[in-house]
């Protein structure tokens, strides 16, 4: 079945750690985003990638960094400069915006 | 003003009820509309594109109002599995990326 596929499902970080989030899609869409999810907000787009070895910064990509090496792979860095990385994050990919976005099961961030 | 607006809700009503939300937008720009649905800590998921002559699938309806700048979901019938969050959503004609608004409540009792 084709699907886009996150990982893990949990993580917890320790201040002033980087950790790397992952996504992973076999669905052949060439658009690839990321995006956060606080309780009680909107999704707010980090970065997107519409082709390989190329990305744009979203709304809120400070503290974060990505690479797009592989058409099917996305992923998320969270670096220490990101000051409230405690978050929801979502993973999406699309053939195409008139088609909508298929999401990832997402990744729970927490800080410890 | 923000590029997509939701009453959040929550509404509550009874199973068996009918029940619709509407979503405003800015940009009238604006080319492709869906509704999506969030399930509690879950990611979103499409319910259904929103297309300019209005369409439906089962007990979904979904209407655009380009005059207006709005579209609506009318849910018929409402079953306790509908509870849930509906996330507008929409794309401009001149960016790559999809707008969400930050959803409406439904809790559906019984």
């Known amino acids: 079945d084709g699907g886009i596929t996150q990982s893990p499902k949990y993580l917890f970080r320790k201040e002033g750690q980087n950790v790397t989030l992952s996504c992973e899609q076999n669905?052949?869409?060439?658009?690839m985003y990321w995006y956060r999810q606080d309780p009680g907000q909107g999704l707010r787009l980090i970065y997107y990638?519409?082709?390989?070895?190329?990305?744009q910064k979203g709304d809120i990509a400070e503290g974060y960094s990505v690479s797009r090496e592989k058409k099917e792979s996305f992923p998320l860095t969270v670096t220490s400069a990101q000051k409230n990385p405690t978050a929801f994050y979502l993973c999406?990919?699309?053939?195409?915006?008139?088609?909508?976005?298929?999401f990832g099961s997402g990744t729970r961030l927490t800080v410890v | 003003r923000k590029e997509v607006e939701q009453d959040p809700g929550p509404f509550n009503v009874p199973e068996g009820a009918t029940v619709a939300f509407n979503c405003t937008y800015s940009n009238s720009a604006s080319q492709s509309f869906f509704w999506y649905r969030q399930d509690c800590r879950k990611e979103p998921k499409l319910l259904m594109s929103?297309?300019?002559s209005g369409n439906e699938d089962g007990r979904f309806t979904a209407q655009l109002n380009r005059a207006s700048q709005y579209i609506s979901l009318l849910i018929r019938d409402s079953k306790l599995s509908d509870s849930a969050t509906y996330l507008c959503?929409?794309?401009?004609?001149?960016?790559?990326?999809?707008?969400f608004g930050t959803g409406t409540r439904l809790q559906v009792f019984p």
């Open positions: 999406a990919s699309s053939p195409g915006q008139v088609y909508g976005y298929t």
């Open positions: 990638s519409q082709i390989v070895n190329d990305f």
């Open positions: 929103v297309y300019s």
């Open positions: 959503v929409l794309t401009s004609y001149n960016t790559d990326k999809l707008i």
């Open positions: 669905l052949n869409h060439d658009a």
